[in-house]
Structures are given as C-alpha cells and as structure tokens.
C-alpha cells in the first residue's frame, strides 16, 4: 500500500493544482494566493461552491486533528510539512502523502520489532 499512497500523493497535487495553474495563468492570481479576496469571492461564488467549500474546510479541520493524533501515536515527524503541503496544495495530495508516512512507521516499528 506504501507505494500506492506515494503515487495518489503525487496525482492528489497535480491533478487538482492543473486548475490552480491555468487560474494563475489567466488571472495572475498565482497559486490563488495573490488575490485572497478573489480566491474567496470565486470559492463562495454561489451555494453549490460554497457546500463544497463548507464540506471541504470542515474535512480539513478533522484531517488536522486525526493527523496530529496518529503523528504523536507512530512518531511521526514530518507532519508540519503534511500541513504546509496540505494548506498549499490541498487535502487531494496531503492526505494520500500522510498515509504514505503511516504505512513507512508500520514497516519501521516492525523492522525495529
């Protein structure tokens, strides 16, 4: 499973920053980070995105307490670089790259025996 946690981290950050990019490109709103008012009038830009963004933030916050939970439980210590990647690139990429770092302290804590 290891390896295919690595894989959907990666598809997890380009599949979705695809879009990211061709906003950059036709805005100048590079990485949606330039124009935060922007960013936030489009992400909220009518009900249908504003329950996706609700349904996606809330996800988030859980994921941000699971994974400082599971973090301190298999000693974890990569887990600010998970929410800096997580906070920059999205939740698509993040939480596929923490299962990855899962599965890698289940090898070492069986190795270590």
């Given at each position: 499973m290891k390896r295919i946690y690595l894989a959907?981290?990666?598809l997890g950050f380009v599949l979705p920053n695809f879009f990211v990019v061709k906003?950059?490109?036709e805005t100048?709103?590079?990485l949606l980070y330039t124009k935060p008012l922007e960013t936030f009038r489009?992400?909220?830009a009518n009900d249908t995105a504003s329950a996706f963004m609700v349904d996606l933030?809330?996800?988030v916050f859980v994921f941000l307490l699971w994974t400082y939970k599971k973090a301190k439980e298999y000693k974890i210590k990569q887990l600010g670089l998970v929410?800096?990647?997580t906070f920059a690139l999205g939740l698509a990429?993040?939480?596929p790259m923490f299962l990855y770092l899962i599965e890698?302290?289940?090898e070492k804590r069986l190795d270590d025996g």
């Open positions: 959907l981290t990666g906003v950059s490109v100048g709103n590079y489009a992400m909220f933030l809330f996800v929410w800096v990647l990429g993040g939480f890698k302290a289940k």
